[in-house]
């Protein structure tokens, strides 16, 4: 006899099948299939993120959401694109500060978080990327300092770095930074690169963007000024008309 299990109902606001996918296009419609899932799902275009609605490629990253009847985010697998810091993720409730997420891992507890970076320029702007960070922060003499020195260390140094974050200099330190944080991230307005694969971030990269020219105004036309002749008495003299020429169609 099978052991009963109450039914799994997903949280409100959570997320569902997710991962690379294959998409095919209609006028309307996109179908979503996730081969490693082995799930197709059918949305019409006008349903899914604005962004995304004229868009035509053949695969990418997707996260429905917790019903799986709409898509939740949609993103390139790869690429290079240029992106600035949209914040950071919350747990829960959207109107809460950020904070870390603990986690629970082979060496103990520790902390993360997602920096969420949006494409700025070119056919997929408005697609966000969330960047997995871990929560490396400590208390240097009362500002913020960076603990340690191994990888997930410099991943967080590099993207604070392209961010913006020091350019304000030092910022005195607190349990949860990350509301901070993001304020200074937000006021800096940084556009920075990121490498792209398999629909995650590899590595930021800090570039110099360039502004985009502004438009330059229109020069007035030159007024084309006719020369004034007078005569002998002072009087303007009025130009004489060239005489008329004969239209080629005009009957002589």
Known sequence: MTKYRPPVVKE?????DNGVASVSW???????????????????REDLPEYAQGWDLSEAFVTMDGSNETVFSIRPV????????????????????????????????????NALLEIVKGKFKGAIYPYYLYYKFSDYEGIVGIKGEGASSIKLMDYLDCAGAWDA?????????????E???????????????????????????EDDEPEEPKQKEAVKEEKVEVDEFGDTVTPKKPALKKSDNEPI
């Open 26 to 44: 209609s006028d309307t419609k996109c179908k979503i299939a996730f081969e490693e899932l082995d799930t197709v799902y059918k949305v019409l």
């Open 78 to 113: 790869s690429g290079v694109f240029t992106v600035k810091t949209n914040g950071f993720s919350r747990q829960g409730d959207g109107d809460e500060p950020p904070a870390p997420q603990q986690r629970t891992g082979k060496f103990g507890i520790y902390y993360t978080f």
């Open 12 to 16: 409100s606001g959570g997320k569902g």
């Open 169 to 181: 200099g030092e910022l005195e330190y607190d349990d949860n930074i990350l509301p901070a944080l």
């Open 183 to 209: 304020k200074r991230i937000k006021v800096a307005h940084k556009q920075f690169q990121i490498v792209v694969k398999k629909g995650y971030v590899e590595s930021v990269l800090e570039v110099e963007i």
